[in-house]
């Protein structure tokens, strides 16, 4: 059974999924669609061309497939957000849609986004991610599954934060953060390896060890990248997980967020 408040406001044309709770003063546009077993609090915004997947829970005054702040963006844009199942979206947060005709923000399965941040339009934001309170993601940035953005932090355009890897609290990344890695500072440079987080991710003893090698071989030793990179690729000809951070910096065209010298002596000791 579908509940929608009295006080709700939901277009004659939008797709409600079964057992789906809108509660009073949400507005839901035309053109959207919200899965199964979703969950409205109140007072929140859907506006056009949205899908919400099953089993979601959006809280208080959040606002979904909102126009693009782009400078770029043309009134009556067609453009989409595409918003995935299992995600909590918490008070005041704000998702926006595409800049481009057609084009997209999407966010995946099993996310976290917290009171107050901001998924910026053109925006791919992988599964099991968390966002945490305040912080902003500007537009055309690719967050990788299980990435984790501290509270209070900012990630600059067309960035790449790579799958398992962390974003400190109040952290300026302006470059790209290879996967498994933890960032911080002002700008945000990788530091060591987000140990923790990959063993929340389900990686085993011997997977995490051999990402800490290859990121000591890629940064701490004072090499030329290029020929790191190449030592890697020797040390670890199998390994699927040091090949993404490989990729990682094949395909970078922001840079990368490389870790200070003065970094190195306390990331040697990071056993």
């Known amino acids: 059974m579908i509940e929608i408040d009295k006080l709700a406001v939901v277009h004659k044309d939008a797709v409600i999924g079964e057992n789906c709770k809108i509660g009073p003063f949400c507005t839901i546009a035309a053109n959207t ?20 997947g099953t089993d979601c829970d959006v809280f208080p005054y ?10 770029k963006y043309q009134p009556d844009t067609i453009s989409y957000t595409v918003i995935g199942d299992r ?24 996310c976290s986004l917290l009171a107050h941040s901001h998924v910026g339009h053109n925006c791919t934001v992988g599964n099991n ?7 902003v993601i500007a537009g055309h940035v690719i967050l990788g599954d299980h990435a984790n953005i501290g509270g209070l932090s900012a990630i600059h355009q067309f960035c790449h934060v790579g799958k398992a890897a962390m974003i400190a609290g109040m952290a300026r990344a302006i470059q790209d953060v290879l996967p498994f890695t933890i960032a911080e500072g002002h700008p945000a440079r990788m530091r060591v390896i987000n140990k923790v987080g990959m063993e929340r991710a389900g990686y085993t003893t011997t997977e995490i060890s051999d990402v ?13 990248l290029e020929d790191a990179v190449n030592e890697v690729k020797d040390a670890f000809p199998d390994s ?32």
Request: without cysteine; negative net charge.
């Open 33 to 52: 669609k919200i899965g199964a077993n979703t969950k409205l609090r109140s007072h929140v915004v859907v506006e056009p061309y949205t899908t919400i």
């Open 62 to 71: 959040a606002a979904i497939g909102m126009e693009s702040q782009d400078q």
């Open 129 to 135: 991610v968390i966002i945490s309170h305040g912080s």
């Open 87 to 110: 995600n909590v979206i918490r008070e005041f947060a704000s998702i926006h849609g595409g800049t481009e005709e057609g084009s997209s923000t999407t966010v995946g399965n099993d």
């Open 240 to 271: 699927e997980n040091v090949q993404l951070m490989i990729d990682g910096i094949a395909s970078s065209q922001r840079g990368l967020a490389r870790p200070e010298s003065a970094t190195f002596e306390f990331n040697v000791a990071d056993d």
């Open 212 to 224: 800490r090698k290859a990121f000591r071989i890629l940064f701490m030793r004072e090499k030329r």
